[in-house]
């Protein structure tokens, strides 16, 4: 006599996802991502299923070492993964990176999606799909605005305009700005030595790329020139003159007395 007990297998279970090394990228720039199967129950015996990107592209889809490509190529087209355990007649149950991929950024927010199935050993499929957000950061280095205490900028400030140039008697004077995305550099008190002084203003956009702003300020100099010379008082003509008691008008100059005779 013999009894059949049935076996208890716990039944698929999980989906998918997808992590990135960084999210925030300037137009153009890349990122490293990886798709992973998580398996929450049960076991799955194969996973496949298609790449979607918007505004942004995939390249360089690599499956991972625990896993082995099924048909021509895995993935097929650069989009499509198709891939087995890589052990022969194993099973996966537990989460698991299935492949490895690259994304470059275009100019605007975009996105990269999976969509596809888990297949447990029984050839039962569960849908799987996962996303990812990619935000594009402004590569805007612009200041908002630019002054200086104790002078005139020339020319007017303007974003576009990165060289100014501007003259003050002061010691010392304070530079201010305000950036239109990024962070700036290079403001505050600066003290200044006579003649010309050199200073630069920086804007870091969010995308990291930087932006100068210089400005050449001229302290006038030192005014070191000599007092004038004290002139000499003038001689008293005529002056007054004792000598024995007797009081005697003294003239310095007698060119204009005319002498008598004799």
Known sequence: LFFLFPISVS?????????????????????NCTLYANITSGSTAGFGGTFQASGVTIS???VTSSWTGVGTSAPVNGMRVNVLPKTDNSVISQTTAVATFTITAGSTNGSVSFSGQMTDEEF????????????I??????????????????????????AYTMSTDNSSVTVSATAEKGTVSGTG???????SNVVNVTVTAPAGNKKTYTITINRSEE????????????????????????????????????????
């Open 223 to 262: 005014d070191t020139a000599s007092e004038p010379e004290q002139t000499a008082e003038p001689e008293i003509n005529p002056y007054m003159a004792t000598v024995d008691g007797a009081a005697y008008t003294v003239l310095n100059d007698i060119s204009s007395i005319i002498l008598p005779p004799g």
């Open 60 to 62: 360089n889809i690599a």
């Open 189 to 195: 008190t600066v003290n200044l030595n006579y003649g």
């Open 137 to 162: 950061l402004s590569d805007n280095a612009n200041l908002a605005s630019l002054s200086v205490t104790g002078g005139t900028l020339s020319p007017a400030f303007s974003a576009n305009t990165t």
């Open 11 to 31: 039944a698929l279970t999980g989906g998918a996802s997808i992590a990135c090394n960084n999210t925030n990228l300037g137009a153009g720039g890349t990122t």
């Open 124 to 135: 039962n499929d569960v849908a799987v799909s996962a996303s990812q957000n990619i935000s």
